[in-house]
């Protein structure tokens, strides 16, 4: 499965995974949503994240959300 990763424009820290390139599934309530790049299906994901987690989700829910800790 090819992946789509989005940064939200409405919260700077709220990232997500989804299926399709224009993120038709991302949670309206943050968006709206930039594409910020692409995985294909033998690239792993940033961050040691599971790609098996996240394609479930995908499947399941049409998205993946994930945010970055904050440094300090």
Same mark, same amino acid.
């Given at each position: 499965?090819?992946? *789509?990763? *989005? !940064?939200?424009?409405?919260?700077?820290?709220? +990232? @997500?995974?989804?299926?399709?390139? %224009? =993120? %038709?599934?991302?949670? @309206?309530?943050? =968006?709206?949503?930039?594409? !910020? =790049? !692409?995985?294909? %299906?033998?690239? @792993?994901?940033? +961050?040691? *994240?599971?790609?098996?987690?996240?394609? +479930? @989700?995908?499947? !399941?829910?049409? *998205?993946?959300?994930?945010?970055?800790?904050?440094?300090?």
């Amino acid at each position: 499965m090819r992946l *789509f990763m *989005f !940064t939200s424009q409405a919260k700077e820290d709220l +990232h @997500a995974f989804a299926g399709d390139e %224009s =993120g %038709s599934k991302l949670p @309206a309530k943050y =968006g709206p949503w930039g594409l !910020t =790049g !692409t995985l294909s %299906s033998r690239e @792993a994901p940033p +961050h040691k *994240f599971s790609r098996r987690t996240i394609e +479930h @989700a995908i499947s !399941t829910e049409g *998205f993946q959300l994930w945010r970055m800790k904050p440094k300090g």
